[in-house]
């Protein structure tokens, strides 16, 4: 014996879904639109700051790339579409000590000749508190590709118009192979470097 729907609930079955349909596609369009549409900044190149912390000879040294561009796609409320892509030109780090900026655009650091750009992109974002957010991303630094992850606050203004997004994270110089020959011991250059930021945005 074989069973077959009465017409009547067809009937009912094709009338719930044509009536579904476009709530479905409504909250479809909601969600994509939601997701395409972080808020898309500027940042102010004369007030940002990208700076490095190492370590030599057992005492820190800082410095700081003078050329950067960073863009930023980001919304508090809409992670999911939030983007962050920053293009360093690593020959122009500056650490106040002419010699060792020269050593590190040649060959055994950045080799800023062979690739002039370290690049950094992100777009997977949590919040871990009130105003407090982690960006997971990937560092290519002398044409290596390795995750970073990056800790970062944002702080609107009142009116909207403008922010501050500070942050840090913390690299491992010889994943990226910087530091060749001697200096990839690490008894007189310490592995780790520490990076913070500091971008004022603008819409």
Request: glycine share 8%; charged share 20%; proline share 4%.
């Amino acid at each position: 014996m074989t069973l077959r729907p009465s017409p009547s609930v067809l009937g009912w079955a094709l009338a719930a879904s044509l009536a579904a349909a476009p709530a479905l596609a409504a909250t479809t369009a909601t969600a994509s639109t939601a997701s395409a549409q972080a808020t898309a900044w500027t940042a102010v190149a004369a007030s940002s700051s990208i700076e490095f912390t190492g370590t030599l000879a057992g005492g820190d040294f800082t410095g700081r790339f003078q050329r950067f561009v960073a863009a930023v796609a980001f919304d508090p409320v809409n992670l999911a579409g939030s983007r962050f892509r920053v293009v360093i030109e690593t020959g122009s780090a500056n650490t106040a000590d002419a010699d060792r900026d020269v050593a590190l655009a040649g060959s055994e650091f950045f080799a800023a000749s062979s690739w002039p750009k370290a690049t950094y992109d992100a777009d997977q974002f949590t919040m871990t508190g009130p105003g407090q957010f982690q960006a997971r991303g990937k560092l290519t630094l002398r044409g290596i590709t390795r995750d970073v992850p990056v800790t970062f606050t944002f702080k609107p203004t009142a009116d909207g118009r403008s922010a501050t997004l500070s942050g840090r994270a913390s690299v491992r110089r010889l994943d990226f192979g910087v530091g060749q020959g001697e200096w990839q011991d690490t008894k007189w250059l310490g592995d780790e470097v520490r990076v913070r930021f500091e971008l004022t945005l603008r819409k």
